[in-house]
């Protein structure tokens, strides 16, 4: 348990519905992110929050939209996905965005299966 | 950041000392060496940090050379629940740092 939690854990979804994935820190920490992980690649980082105000976008296409409420608080609002969109979504956070507690705790992740 | 070179797998068995060696030629002053472990279908878990000569806790141990070109992480005595991907990253405190960049990581595969 590393004080990062996901949900849901899996979710199988068509091409034209609209999801949201869910993560929560409990841990007190300043900074999020989201990784995409598909098979046999290594993580992509999709998107970085510090204090609730986004500092990276990485070239993620619009059909994947971040909101981080609060900073205990990060969602991933998927919609109109493609097949290849399937893959891990993994949810961390960490203290500090730099600095000597960068160390990211990671959640279990989401399955995400796009039929 | 920091490129690092690792094996793609590796194979032991259990008790085994398992040696996992990075190489990160262009290691800058102020960077940091980071270990993460990666079960299937898991989120990365912090290992181990370090910045020069040796670290060890109660999961790993981390060698660094006076040189800091390359890191070895040692994990003593492994068991079949030590099989998983473990990414060397060099991090540091410039202004992109937050990226962590994994790469393929290296595959361990402990065997009874």
């Known amino acids: 348990e590393t004080g990062v939690t996901q949900t849901p854990r899996h979710l199988v979804m068509g091409m034209t519905n609209k999801k949201s994935l869910k993560c929560e820190q409990h841990?007190?920490?300043?900074?999020m992110y989201w990784y995409k992980q598909s098979a046999k690649k290594p993580l992509e980082l999709m998107f970085v929050?510090?204090?609730?105000?986004?500092?990276e976008n990485n070239s993620v296409p619009s059909r994947f939209s971040p909101e981080c409420p609060n900073s205990s608080h990060l969602f991933l609002h998927l919609h109109t996905l493609q097949p290849e969109d399937s893959a891990l979504y993994l949810c961390?956070?960490?203290?500090?965005?730099?600095?000597?507690?960068?160390?990211?705790?990671f959640g279990p992740g989401t399955r995400l299966t796009v039929t | 950041l920091a490129k690092t070179t690792q094996p793609i797998s590796m194979d032991s068995y259990e008790g085994q000392e398992v040696n996992i060696t990075c190489s990160h030629n262009?290691?800058?002053?102020?960077?940091?060496i980071t270990w993460y472990q990666q079960f299937p279908s898991q989120g990365p878990r912090f290992i181990i940090q370090?910045?020069?000569t040796k670290v060890t806790n109660e999961v790993a141990s981390l060698f660094i050379p006076a040189d800091r070109k390359s890191s070895t992480l040692s994990l003593p005595r492994v068991s079949l629940s030590d099989t998983a991907v473990y990414y060397c990253?060099?991090?540091?405190?410039?202004?992109?740092?937050?990226?962590?960049?994994f790469g393929a990581g290296t595959t361990v595969t402990v065997r009874a």
């Open positions: 961390a956070s960490s203290q500090d965005l730099r600095g000597p507690n960068y160390e990211q705790y």
């Open positions: 841990l007190g920490h300043n900074a």
């Open positions: 929050y510090s204090l609730e105000e986004r500092v």
């Open positions: 262009n290691i800058a002053t102020n960077d940091y």
């Open positions: 370090g910045y020069k």
């Open positions: 990253l060099v991090v540091g405190h410039r202004s992109n740092d937050y990226k962590l960049s």
